[in-house]
């Protein structure tokens, strides 16, 4: 069946109270489906994430995110430990046969049927790239290269990656971020993307932010679980200090 009311959340990065919270929300408990666009585990709760997400069977739709690959490789040790975060490290190390057959196992692109846009493409990256960066003022020849490769029929793409909501046009292909769950930039709590009958709607859910860090260093055996969860759960990264650290890496001049 064509879902009419799809919610799309993404980087999620192992926070489990403001997952919560999202999925608390009215609309996204109605939803025909949940799509999470990658980066699931990454962070200072990974098995509990990954539980949840898979105690929402069929209605729940997990793209792969770069964190997801890179976790896997962590743990098997098919990818040097040289650069890789500190909670990363040590999440790939509490995740089960079971989590990682789940993470290696996780699409990207996703291409679903949505009622009012036709056939929408899930990504994280970019549909081509988990890792490629896009941006809302990425320039126009850009964003030529990164669609060069799909259908004309698909006129929405779906992204995450870079942790802030956006939604513009491009060519006249609608593109959509949902933000961050885990790791927000800009402001605290989760955001999320509402595609309804046609129509976009991005979505902030409030959190208390002193109960959800509260809430991340009670559930995480992360060493630095405090000190990470204040960093990012208060949003401390804002907006435009992101766009600066990664407008390079979209290839701009």
């Known amino acids: 069946m064509t879902p009419h009311s799809v919610a799309v959340l993404s980087d999620v990065h192992g926070v489990l109270p ?20 990658g980066d699931l585990a ?12 898979a ?3 069929e209605r729940a739709l997990l793209v792969r995110g770069n964190a997801d690959r890179e976790l896997v490789g962590l743990a098997r040790g098919t990818l040097t430990a040289d650069t890789a975060w500190p909670v990363d490290l040590w999440a ?21 049927e949505v009622a009012g846009f036709g056939p929408v493409v899930f990504c994280h990256g970019t549909p081509r790239d988990d890792e490629e960066v896009v ?9 030529a290269e990164v669609f060069a490769g799909l259908p004309a029929e698909v006129r ?3 992204c995450g990656h870079t942790h802030m909501p956006f939604a513009r046009l491009v060519g006249g292909r609608l593109v959509v971020n949902p933000g961050s769950i885990g790791m927000p ?16 709607s991005l979505r902030h859910t409030p959190v208390d932010v002193p109960a959800a860090i509260e809430a991340v260093v009670a559930g995480s055996a992360y060493p630095d679980a405090r000190a990470w969860a204040e960093g990012y759960l208060r949003a401390e990264v804002g907006d435009l200090e992101a766009l600066s650290a990664f407008g390079p ?5």
């Open 92 to 112: 790939a190390r509490q995740l089960a046969p079971a989590h990682l057959a789940l993470l290696d196992g996780l699409p990207h692109p996703v291409v679903r």
């Open 55 to 57: 105690a929402l069977g």
């Open 156 to 158: 929405t793409v779906v």
């Open 42 to 53: 990454a962070g200072p709760q990974p098995v509990a994430v990954l539980d949840r997400l």
């Open 135 to 143: 941006l809302v003022d990425t320039r126009p020849t850009k964003w």
């Open 249 to 253: 890496r979209d290839g701009r001049g």
């Open 185 to 200: 930039y800009g402001r605290p709590g989760g955001s999320w993307v509402l595609l309804r009958d046609g129509q976009v």
């Open 18 to 37: 403001v997952l919560e919270a999202v999925l608390a929300e009215p609309e996204v408990r109605e939803a025909d489906l949940l799509v999470f666009t």
